[in-house]
């Protein structure tokens, strides 16, 4: 997409975004020796901190805020301008500047977009105590303040995060329902075998799972009191925790110039303009391990990567041929007494073969094939089977090839 080389004098670089993917740009550009004005802006008033436990250890209350510090070590290492709670308003490629939502405005010579993503709200939402969103450190702690005193809890979405809160809410003894308009949770990713395997591990341990209903609304007078479905029905809740996805944060880059899809799209080296690169939620590029497929990633593994490779194309730029970020993309989740692992990038509808373990014991390794080659692989609580795919996945290896290896190895 972008040919041009990156040989900018960067006396300034700019990080519009202070969470993983940010956090490790700004560590590379250091560490790889760039040493002029760098400015951190972060919309959060905290300093980067990781978002997984927040859907488990940090709402199940074994950990606190400050033991998820994505860094410990001194940030005066990194001589940094921290811009913390200042949210960027708009992306001047002319001026070669960042808005701020404070009346100031950075100039730059470089930039890492790395905004990442917000989650997604069902319409007419109404503003009432107890319903929630989980995305934040902030949210995170407002839900578990909310979870003492036995609440009915719903959890509406039954995703990565919405699964995550129900099983760490379960977890706490308390009642759960989990409503998901889909016949299945992650059925369009794992199809329909696999996601009724997931959903069977919630009704497992007692969460009342109500799939194929959707929501029509929230009742309460100043407090969430039920949730009415588009079956008539309802459920009384004291806590509800709207899991239906996330969206990457481009609204404040319209009318930057760039070009927005579903985030921004970069080329294969993760670039977005000259001296523009993006990492994250936010970045949506063509991956050159599955054919140049435009992918947008939202996990943690993605983030952390990809902050690297940003920084290192900016930085290092310009030369022929700049190295694609071409990542096995990996993603994990640990739900109740299970730790569910993927690799690759793969659909429900690819050909699935259960080659290690039993869906029956929730313990098992699955290989999806797509057009002949081995695409994907998903594991239930088996981390060393499932890597040794995740490297063939990345050697390109046919589906038979990985069949074969499976057979070999069982």
Known sequence: MVEEALSLALDTVAVVGASLAGLRATETLRRDGY???LVVIGAEPHLPYDRPPLSKQLLAGEVEADDIALRRASYDELDLELRLGTRALGLDLGAREVELDDGGRIAFDGVILATGSAPRVLPNTPDLDGLFVLRTLDDALAIRARLDGSPRVVVVGAGFIGSEVAATCRLRGLDVTVLEALPAPLVRGLGPVLGAVCGELHRD?????RLGVGVAGFDGHGRVE?????????????????GVGVAPVTDWLEGSGLTLDNGVVCDESLVAAPGVVAAGDITRWPNP????????LEHWTNASDMGVAAARRLL??????PEPFAPVPFVWSD??????QTAGHFHGDDEMVVVHGSLEERRFVALFGHAGRLVGVLGFSMPAKLMQYRRLIAERASFADALEHARAVA
């Open 35 to 37: 040493d002029g004005r």
């Open 205 to 209: 341990h007692g969460v009342d799972l």
């Open 226 to 242: 039920r949730v009415r479905l588009d079956d008539d029905s309802a459920i009384d809740a004291d806590v509800v925790v709207v």
């Open 289 to 296: 391990l599955f054919g140049g497929e435009l992918m947008r």
């Open 316 to 321: 290092h730029g310009g030369g022929a041929g």
């Open 335 to 340: 739900q109740y007494d299970r730790k569910i």
